[in-house]
């Protein structure tokens, strides 16, 4: 059977993939969805979605197939690998969603094409925070026709979606470079706000004075108040998976033969952090580091009359 134009799949239902599905279902859409984790395809079913016993059974049944996925190995293994999508046979478009890299984005654009399979790069920025309000950002690359063809597709669970050039890959390092911007924020509102606690100020008016002030970023706005001085440390991302972004960036720019020092640096003081707060830690935990270098803790004092969250 021939699937109809507009079906869908979906393969990834992670903190990120299942918000979007949950968005997309909202929409009125019945994607056909996989996860190696069975939970998270039951909970998409209760949703709204229709199973699929496997990765090719989905591009078997689903024209567009939309994947997000955390690692470039593992969108290869699911694009082309044994059992993965290409073999499934309907599959006319493939939308991703993943944050892979330029040089793996080109690749994966190539064959496809040799299958006449239309390939759309397009990672997502906003975090678990930003799925969940339905308020991502897209930075999509590829042809006029697939992008528009797709755009109604990424439009459910987005706040803004741009197609940022034509190219497959471009997508990509947009990302890659929002996320090395994001990293660095963080690295160095951890420094600032270490120091200002240590000599005695009240982290909620640091906080206040910083986003009032020229110094505001995304991690003085959204991460320190709403995952740090709380204690809560769960934004969804995890620093692992920020360390990767970094490090591909980083490999994007050598390619072209530019330095980078000022990110090379962020990137030895992620990989620091990441054999520091250990495997699962939440990104917002590279400020546990500088915590124990200038011995405090940057946490929300009881007395305070701001509210910092």
Known sequence: MIPAPESLGFVGLGEMGSRMVAALIGSGRTP???????????????????????????????????????????????AHGDGGLIEGGAMSTFVDLSTTGLGNA????????????SYLDAPVSGGVAGAEKRALAVFAAGSDEVFERCRGLLEPFSKVVLRVGEEPGLGQL???????????????????M???????????ALLE???????????????????VVNRHFESGFRLAL??????????????????????????????????VAGDGADHTEVARVYERWADVEIVAREESPRDVG
């Open 32 to 78: 056909v969805v996989f996860d190696t984790r069975a939970e998270a395809v039951d909970d998409a079913v209760a949703l709204g979605a229709e199973r699929a016993g496997s990765v090719a059974e989905v591009a078997a049944r689903a024209a567009t197939v939309m994947v997000s996925l955390p690692t470039p190995d593992i969108v290869r293994a699911v």
């Open 106 to 117: 080109r690749e994966l654009a190539a064959l496809l094409s040799e299958r006449d399979i």
């Open 174 to 192: 947009a990302k890659l470079l929002n996320n090395l911007l994001s990293a660095t924020a963080v690295t160095i509102t951890s420094e600032a």
């Open 194 to 204: 270490a120091v200002g606690v240590r000599a005695g100020l009240d982290p909620a």
């Open 209 to 227: 004075a910083f986003n009032s002030g020229s110094g505001r970023n995304s991690a003085t706005q959204e991460k320190f108040p709403n995952q």
């Open 242 to 275: 920020m360390l990767k972004d970094v490090r591909l960036a980083l490999a994007e720019a050598a390619a072209l033969g530019i330095a980078m020092p000022l990110g090379g640096l962020v990137e030895q003081l992620w990989t620091l952090a990441d054999n």
